[in-house]
């Protein structure tokens, strides 16, 4: 199975200042035959199921404000919130769907400082 | 617009079989583009891939349940359903339902459009 470890387990970030949550995966996944990083980002608020942020590492869902963005390839992935607003307060998750079993991270916290 | 709504008993025994049904609105399970997935949560913990399901019967389901999952689709009520097996304390969660993405050839990806989740406590 692929070892998805997100860091920080919990972050606390002032209101309009910048989110950063990293995401390692124990072996690569990006498929080189079409150099896509097979690798997702997820936003859970209490109650309520996980909602799409980001996928093939980088795209942006339809809807999602331009605040948040992904990076990185191969192992290494991090989802930044550029500005932070109060409603950005959630656990936010990683999954990468490279090779089955479907693996997620184990969430990191975000709460405003 | 697209909606799941998961549905089942909120309470099992220990040993007994836990059975959920999603039920598919605004969008056919029958579509080449998806695949069906179940995933949960335990209170507190995070988010665990059951296994998941094609219109035309495809199953992949995850190593550490398949000795106890089955996962099954009925096209004409739009609906399909998960059961698990010999249940145990361990498997109290919260249970969602989940399109995923596909691209005919690949690996199903990511899960665009969520349920809102039912919870599922094994006590007797």
């Known amino acids: 199975d692929i070892v998805m470890t997100q860091s920080p387990d919990s972050l606390a970030v002032s209101l309009g200042e910048r989110a950063t949550i990293n995401c390692k995966s124990s072996?690569?996944?990006?498929?080189?035959?079409?150099?896509?990083?097979?690798l997702a980002w997820y936003q859970q608020k209490p109650g309520q199921p996980p909602k799409l942020l980001i996928y093939?590492?980088?795209t942006r869902e339809s809807g999602v404000p331009d605040r948040f963005s992904g990076s990185g390839s191969g192992t290494d992935f991090t989802l930044t919130i550029s500005s932070l607003q109060a409603e950005d307060v959630a656990v936010y998750y990683c999954q990468q769907y490279y090779g089955s079993p479907i693996t997620f991270g184990q969430g990191t916290r975000l709460e405003i400082k | 617009q697209l909606q799941l709504q998961e549905s089942g008993p909120g309470l099992v025994k220990p040993s007994e079989t836990l059975s959920l049904t999603c039920t598919v609105s605004g969008g056919s399970i029958s579509s080449t583009s998806y695949y069906w997935g179940w995933i949960r949560q335990p209170p507190g913990k995070g988010l665990e891939w059951i296994a998941n399901?094609?219109?035309?019967?495809?199953?992949f389901y995850n190593p550490s349940l398949k000795s106890r999952v089955t996962i099954s689709l009925d096209t004409s009520k739009n609906q399909f359903s998960l059961k698990l097996t010999s249940v145990t304390a361990a498997d109290t969660a919260v249970y969602y339902c989940a399109r995923q993405i596909y691209n005919f050839g690949d690996y199903p990806y990511y899960f665009d459009q969520w349920g809102q989740g039912t919870l599922v406590t094994v006590s007797s």
């Open positions: 093939w590492a980088s």
């Open positions: 399901i094609y219109y035309s019967g495809t199953t």
């Open positions: 072996q690569s996944v990006l498929y080189r035959s079409n150099n896509k990083n097979y």
